[in-house]
Structures are given as C-alpha cells and as structure tokens.
C-alpha cells in the first residue's frame, strides 16, 4: 500500500506556479491508474478549476459535445458523500452518450470519482481511470480508494487556497489529542495501534477521529488526515 506521504507530497510543488496536471500524471504513474481529472467551482468567485491528463482530441471532443452536462460520473458524485464507482452507472442514459464516444478514443470504461466537500460550500471531484479487467479493477480499486480520498482532499484544499478562499481552514482547531491521533493514523497505524500507543480505548480513539472530521469539514478519516496535512496541523507519516 502506498503510504500517505507520498501521496500528499504529490500535491506539494516548489514556490511558484502549482502544475496540477503534472501532479494527476504522478499519481497516475504511482497508483497504475490511466488517467486522471479534478474540476471545482469557487462558491464565491464563480470560478471554474478542471485539470485533467485525457488527451487533448477527447478533450476538445468532450466539450464540444457538452459532455459535462450529462455526464453521469460527475452528476452522480456531485450528490453523493461517498466515492463512486462507474461500474454503477453503466445503465445510466448519459453514461452510454459520452463513453460509447469515449472507445473510439481508446479510452477507459472503468473508473472512480472521489467527491470533495469544503466548509465554504466549496466542492471538488477527483475523477481516475483504468483499462484493467473488471476483477483486476475491484482489486485495484479496493489498494487505492483510502489513498485518493486522502489526495482528493489535498489537491482540493490546494486549489482553494490558490485563491485564498480556504484562508478561514487555518483557524480549524484539534485538540492536543486529536493532533496526536491523526499524526499517528498519517503514520499508517490502526485505530488499535493508536489505542494501545496512547493507553487508551479503541472507542476513545473512534471519538476524537469522530471529533477531528467534524472540525475539518470531512467525511473520512482518510480525507481528515489529507485536510490536517494540507493546513499544517500534521505532518504527513
């Protein structure tokens, strides 16, 4: 399993512009995924961010076609709290319009969107891509899925705060203890591991994870640490 910091560190660059497309291609390249994309709305500027690795013929295919108004991978994910594999959507009318077009550019049929949501009103999708055979692809899928909520969420906040809009996120507060459980679950330790480091109850573990996402505006453990990494409050593991 790929350990947390480097994936956050993906999603770290060098003062200066950010290249995201080039941080998508490496998390392509370190997780065996084809391709990537990441799109946002700013709630308060209107503005629009979408970076994506597909290449530049579907590109201008897709939106000239006006995919994104039906496509079901981004709707669908738009709604949904939870990642979400394609596989689902396969019956979907728009998904059969943009992916039956999607073969002729060689392109993938299986994939995941990993939706993101800030405190602001802010959201961001994280949308990956695979060739594998549907059972290779579970398989992968199952390996990477903690991995890329916890990069969605970084890549997310990175964005965001290139316009200043999460500025607010630095004064998110954890606790000492939260601080500490989250450092050592970044760290790849067990709810367990962490009870018995700390010599406390797993259940006291579970509440001040419970804690921490709520105070970080996340849904997963996962996404809390990649939040926690990306406002400085943790180090990545």
């Known amino acids: 399993m790929t350990p947390y910091t480097s994936l956050i560190d993906l999603a770290k660059t060098p003062k200066g512009q950010k290249d995201f497309v080039q941080q998508l291609n490496a998390v392509c390249d370190t997780l065996g995924l084809d391709y990537a994309s990441y ?3 700013n709630p308060i500027s209107g503005k629009v961010h979408a970076f994506t690795t597909y290449p530049d013929a579907w ?3 897709y939106m ?42 060689n392109l993938p049929q299986s994939g995941l969107t990993v939706p993101v949501r800030g405190p602001f009103g802010d959201t961001g999708l ?5 060739d594998l055979t549907t059972p290779d692809w579970v398989k992968l899928k199952g390996e990477v899925i903690q991995q890329l909520q916890t990069l969605a969420v970084n890549l997310h906040d ?3 705060h290139s316009e200043r809009l999460s500025y607010l996120l630095g004064h998110a507060t954890l606790s000492a203890r939260e601080v500490e459980i989250l450092q050592w679950i970044a760290a790849g330790k067990s709810q367990q591991d962490v009870g018995d480091i700390l010599s406390i109850s797993v259940r006291t573990v579970e509440v001040h994870i419970r ?5 970080l ?4 453990t996962a996404q809390a640490v990649g939040r926690a990494v990306s406002l400085g409050l943790i180090t990545p593991g």
Not at 73 to 83: F, G, M
Not at 90 to 96: H, K, V
Not at 211 to 215: D, G, I, L, Q, T
Request: glycine share 4%.
């Open 217 to 220: 505006c996340t849904l997963t």
């Open 59 to 61: 590109k201008e295919h």
């Open 39 to 41: 799109a946002s709305t």
């Open 64 to 105: 000239g076609e006006r995919f994104h108004l039906v496509d079901p991978t981004l709707k669908a994910a738009s709604r949904s709290i939870a990642p979400v594999d394609w596989q689902r959507l396969r019956q979907d009318p728009g998904f059969q319009s943009v992916f039956h077009r999607a073969r002729d550019f």
């Open 158 to 160: 990175t964005v965001m």
């Open 126 to 130: 994280l949308s990956v891509t695979s």
């Open 211 to 215: 804690s921490s996402r709520e105070k």
